[in-house]
């Protein structure tokens, strides 16, 4: 079973910034496509950005495009997501997601919607507010 625990969360300011860490377990992250998601109260589950599993190929929905960036470490088996200039709409639970599968499909697509993800962390909030 793949693990995913998402931290970095927190309560920030509007402009200000937060990095959130998505760290595996069980499994190493470098062959697999890794998602970050959120969740606003009374919304559906959004798509963030997502990497590639070996080219660091990134994507990122219009929203939080020249705001966050989202990056891999190998050596700590973590994924990244930078996030700046948040916005009190940027309030969500945020959640790092992957898929078990192990088709060509499953490791090289890029996708934002959270039905192409079987395997989720548990989230960690984050609340822009002043």
């Known amino acids: 079973q793949l693990q995913l625990v998402e931290s970095g969360g927190g309560l920030v300011q509007p402009g200000g910034s937060l990095r959130l860490s998505c760290a595996a377990s069980?499994?190493?992250?470098?062959?697999?496509?890794i998602g970050w998601f959120r969740q606003a109260p009374g919304k559906e589950r959004e798509g963030v950005s997502c990497?590639?599993?070996?080219?660091?190929?990134?994507k990122y929905a219009d929203s939080v495009k020249g705001r966050f960036t989202i990056s891999r470490d190998n050596a700590k088996n973590t994924v990244f997501l930078q996030m700046n200039s948040l916005k009190p709409e940027d309030t969500a639970v945020y959640y790092c997601?992957?898929?078990?599968?192990?088709?060509?499909?499953?490791?090289?697509?890029?996708?934002?919607?959270?039905?192409?993800?079987?395997?989720w962390g548990q989230g960690t909030q984050v609340t822009v507010s002043s």
């Open positions: 069980g499994f190493t992250l470098d062959s697999y496509v």
């Open positions: 997601a992957t898929r078990s599968a192990r088709s060509l499909w499953s490791r090289i697509v890029l996708s934002l919607d959270p039905e192409s993800y079987d395997s």
């Open positions: 990497i590639s599993s070996s080219t660091s190929t990134t």
